[in-house]
DNA sequence: CAACGGACCTGCCTGC
DNA sequence: TGCAGGCAGGTCCGTT
């Protein structure tokens, strides 16, 4: 479920039930993830949440102190939460039924209920006292994709000397957050590469429509996130929203859309990747 | 450095 | 119907 538009589309649901709300407990149900979640983050408890961003994939939300005189106000540490693989927030009231695999329960003065949920427990939920953007999980991203920091001159002078298949190559952090195994699929196949292809034997002028494919398809999905974000809260399950717009992910067998040609699925770095034999080179 | 495989988990689907 | 096997949208870490 959660690629990057899941994440901001989760970001811009919870915020407007939680920023300027108060923390009345904070319980940890399961702290088995995929590091252990920190005692620490119980300890948030009479704290206010400030502001609810993210970076990459990773949630983060600011909590601020509240109790007495002089450390009023002053942040106690900014939550970091990953979704891993299946993880999910969802924003209930602190009557609603706890689900199998509710790890982790943030309840609010005013009734609110913010639940992390997550079956496979690849995700994660970390506290950062100290300025979040240092932290180690943070410190070594590469530029957020829809930032003016990411363009094809970036991703070109980056790949000059790397063999590692273009696929790869832009899922991996380092260079560019954001594009998970879907979009990696959907961006190649809008660019005209094929997955495998050596990230050195990508050109300027197609690492600058790889770009602005990533750019635009990701950009596109956000924005259908954001139409369903009025029923977001109780959606269940994956929406589906972009399910319609793919044009190769999860079609082996299928006809391009394109061409006709039948899609190709082939494992690149141990993930199945789909392209077209035609329209793809 | 870069590349690669393993690791972390449960649920769901397929095929015997 | 039961069960083994394979697969899943992420990404860090250790080894070569």
Redesign the pocket.
Known sequence: ????P??ETTCRGIEPHITGNDLQSVSVLQP????PVPDSIEKLAGCRVGRVWRR???ILIDVNRLTSNRSKGAPAGTLII?????GSLRICSNNTELR??DHAEFRFHNGVCLRYHD?????CILLSEQDVSEH??LS??GPEPLSEAFDGKHLHR?SR?????IK??I????IV????????SESLFSAGIRPGR???RVNAAQCDALAAHIKRILGNAIEMGGTTLRDFVNSE????Y??QQLQV??RSGEACRECGDGIK?K?I????SFYCPTCQS
């Open positions: 479920m959660p690629e990057l899941e994440v088995s993830l995929r590091w990459a994939k990773y990953h979704l891993g693989m299946s199998k695999h079956p496979r427990r690849f995700g180690a999980l070594k991203l980056l000397k790397r063999k590692t298949p790869n190559f899922m991996d952090s380092h957050v954001g594009v998970g195994n879907i979009y990696a050596s990230a050195s399950g994956s929406p589906g972009f399910s992910y999860g699925n494992v770095g141990q993930r199945s």
